[in-house]
């Protein structure tokens, strides 16, 4: 039997399962969008040799399965179906595998440490099963169970917090489950989520120096685990590193910052050719939705009314997937916009001498004097920055070395 693959769901148009088998296999894999009296129909269809499942279905498909493996059973969760030669569907749960590789990724030992998993869903039963075989102390925490988020201050000694809710997944970004700083022993924080690639809990637990890792590589492992359950073919792990790493540089958007005039909307454009990435200029984008430049709006309204207009058109380009984005010389100058742009971005600083910097049409640096705009935002340049690139060439040659300095040479 020919193998066809694809997962089951209900709101699958920001997967990434297509994208993610093709580097891991060559079967076809489709996405198998349905309401819940649909599963059947789907499960029926001779022609598909191997399901993911998603949310909400992972409980659901167990009535049609003819047998479960060991770690379904145990979770009361299959995200993993598998069409065996007599017709029958195998389900197992691949789930408490890829956590377990995102453990082993962060470098967290468990062992003995009282950990609170977020959520009482299908991630949250596979969570607990990769946990208890690693001896973890778990507290599971729901909305109205005996352990929820209105007592979280009986468990102010947890060790290790694990997200499995959708709290902070996109579209609904910048949100946190709970409050980190409530936990000083903290020594590990995980997120299942993927999208944004760093939820706000992550970036709590990074901006504290707390090991912290994201949902993306326990998607790769729980797939790659149900690809050799689909082809029998096992997946090495340098070719899972590598689908990782691919997936993860696809997902990221570059984000451009720098002094006015510095070249980031040129770069950008440039980058864009050079990559075939979609890119967008935070300061047309402004003036597409206001009608004004970001010079009328900051002589007209003062610099606060802009930078107010800039943020919250950040906090809708941040959340964007595998774009280039150009931001305005001050986007750097209000903390908030960090995160915004940090949450699914690789940050680079296009640093240019001051003498080949522009001011016409640019009042601050014509206002503040441009050495004296240099010697404030410098830092925060820095602050901001995954990268620096020297942009003193033309903008292809800029665009190369932000290129090779984001995904190496």
């Keep these: 039997m020919k193998t066809r693959c694809g997962l089951l769901g209900e709101h699958l148009g ?38 993911n499942v998603t949310i909400p279905y992972k409980r659901t ?26 017709g029958s569907l195998f389900g197992d749960n691949t789930d408490v ?14 062992r003995g440490k009282k950990t609170l998993v977020l959520g009482s869903g299908g991630a949250a039963s596979a969570v607990c099963e990769a946990l208890k075989s690693r ?22 000694d947890a060790q290790i917090i694990v997200n499995a809710t959708p709290v902070g997944m996109y579209p609904n970004n910048g949100v946190s489950p709970l409050d980190i700083s409530a936990f000083p022993k903290l020594g590990g924080v995980f997120d299942l989520i993927y999208n944004p690639a760093r939820t706000r809990l992550i970036q709590d637990a990074k901006e504290r120096g707390i090991p912290c890792e994201s949902g993306l590589y326990m998607l790769v492992s729980q797939a790659a685990r149900s690809s050799e359950l689909f082809t029998g073919a096992p997946i090495g792990q340098a070719q899972v590193d590598r689908a990782y790493q691919t997936l993860l540089n696809d997902m990221q958007n570059i984000v451009l910052i720098g002094m006015p005039g510095c070249g980031k909307s040129t770069a950008a454009r440039a980058l864009s050719r050079l990559t075939g990435r979609p890119f967008i200029d935070c300061d047309e984008e402004i003036e597409k939705q206001t009608g004004l430049s970001p010079a009328s709006i900051i002589t007209s309204q003062g610099e606060a009314a802009f930078r107010r207009i800039e943020t919250d058109v950040l906090r809708e380009l941040g959340k964007r997937s595998g774009w280039i984005v150009a931001t305005g010389g001050g986007a750097v100058t209000r903390e908030e916009n960090y995160p915004l742009l940090g ?8 640093r240019r001498p001051l003498e080949k910097l522009p001011l016409e049409g640019r009042p601050l640096s014509a206002r503040e004097g441009l050495k004296a705009l240099y010697e404030q935002r410098k830092g925060l340049y820095e602050h901001f920055a995954d990268r620096t690139v020297d942009a003193d060439d033309d903008a292809d040659k800029t665009a190369e070395k932000i290129r090779n300095t984001v995904y190496g040479s």
């Design 14 to 51: 920001h997967s990434y399962s297509p994208q993610l088998h093709r580097l891991l296999g060559t079967y076809p894999y489709e996405l198998c969008e349905t309401a819940p009296e649909g599963i059947g129909a789907i499960l029926a269809d001779l022609s598909f040799t191997g399901f």
């Design 135 to 156: 001896s973890a102390q778990i507290v599971t925490v729901s909305r109205s169970g005996e352990n929820n988020y209105q007592n979280l201050r009986l468990h102010a």
């Design 343 to 350: 949450q699914n971005g690789v940050i680079v600083y296009l």
């Design 97 to 110: 595998y890829g956590f377990g590789s995102m453990l082993d990724k962060s470098g967290v030992d468990v």
């Design 61 to 86: 498909v167990i009535p049609f399965m003819d047998e479960l493996g060991p770690a379904a059973r145990a979770t009361g969760s299959v995200n993993t179906i598998v069409r065996r030669n007599d």
